[in-house]
């Protein structure tokens, strides 16, 4: 018989979470699986039952949860002998992935989508010793919206990412950045640099409107050194989905940099606090393979 585990945050979706249960159950059940349900309580949890379902070859693992529970049940699954398919359920504010997926942001339609036989195959992004899905940043920016906290992505949703990082702006400086990517260097002060596998950052869909999930690129933008006026037209940039136009912008695809600087800089990895660089970064093309309608 077919296995499936379902791994819920029962803090997330306003602590709704549970009241989905057993919806899911009922449609798992109906396509003949056996069932086992689990909760994280701590940091980390939804990994470790990840990895625990790869080692006992379940057939299918939902997360039930935000992009925190998300971000920890793929790295409980990348690099695994055998990889589960993925079903998402997302109940966070921003919902990244699932948005790049064209994931129903509404749990009860969401929960539908586990019915379907279709499955796409996407990339993931490794990073030093752990894994993302959808982007990493770096400078002051970066650092200031990992500080956001969940009263105010509850209150303000993704408008919370652009509000905190609009307080660093009156007195950020760019920072040396050396990006060395592929066969090729990118090297000078930079305000903010950012590495996207999706095309939905922060609840922001055209960020990198050209990324697809499974093209086995890094999209890459470095905004240079600019003034405040030039970063007011590069913020337009970014919510017209043009920000590669940008004459202050440097784009470029990659499936593999190593970024490096002279000053301490924290990365922000899915909207996380991530590493101090340096850090590298890889495309693991078609990784894992996710339920979509």
């Keep these: 018989m077919k296995q499936a585990m379902i791994i819920v945050n029962p803090s997330s979706g306003k602590e709704e979470a549970v009241d989905y249960v057993e919806q899911i159950e009922e449609i798992l059940e109906a396509k003949e699986y056996k069932v086992n349900t689990v909760q994280t309580e701590k940091e980390l949890d939804a990994t470790q039952y990840c990895s625990d379902a790869c080692k006992d070859e379940y057939d299918l693992v939902v997360s039930l949860g935000g ?3 998300l971000n920890e049940t793929i790295n409980g699954m990348v690099d695994q002998k055998h990889r589960p398919k993925l079903g ?3 109940l966070g504010t921003v919902n990244d992935f699932a948005r790049a997926l064209n994931i129903s942001l509404d749990p009860k339609e969401a929960i539908e989508t586990l019915k379907s036989d279709l499955t796409k195959k996407v990339d993931i992004g490794s990073f030093n010793e752990r894994y993302f899905v959808n982007i990493v940043a770096v ?7 990992s500080e956001v906290s969940p009263e105010q992505k509850t209150k ?3 408008l919370a990412y652009l509000m905190e990082g609009a307080k660093t702006l009156a007195s950020t400086n760019a920072y040396p950045l050396r990006i060395e990517y592929d066969d090729k260097v990118w090297e000078g002060e930079s305000f903010l640099f950012l590495a996207a596998l999706t095309k939905s950052t922060a609840g922001f869909e055209k960020l990198s409107p050209e990324a697809k999930v499974n093209d086995g690129v890094l999209h890459c933008y470095v905004v ?3 003034n405040m006026i030039r970063m007011a037209s590069i913020v337009t940039s970014v ?3 043009t ?3 940008d004459k202050d912008v440097e ?3 990659a499936k593999k940099l190593h970024v490096t600087s002279s000053e301490k800089l924290h990365t922000n990895v899915d909207g996380e606090e991530g590493d101090l660089l340096p850090v590298t970064m890889e495309v693991k093309p078609q990784h894992i393979e996710v339920i979509i309608d």
């Design 139 to 145: 400078g002051s920016i970066a650092e200031a919206t």
């Design 239 to 241: 919510l017209r989905g």
């Design 88 to 90: 998402i359920v997302p």
């Design 224 to 226: 240079k050194n600019v």
């Design 67 to 69: 992009d925190g529970t």
């Design 243 to 245: 920000l590669k136009e």
């Design 156 to 158: 303000f949703g993704p």
């Design 251 to 253: 784009y470029f695809k």
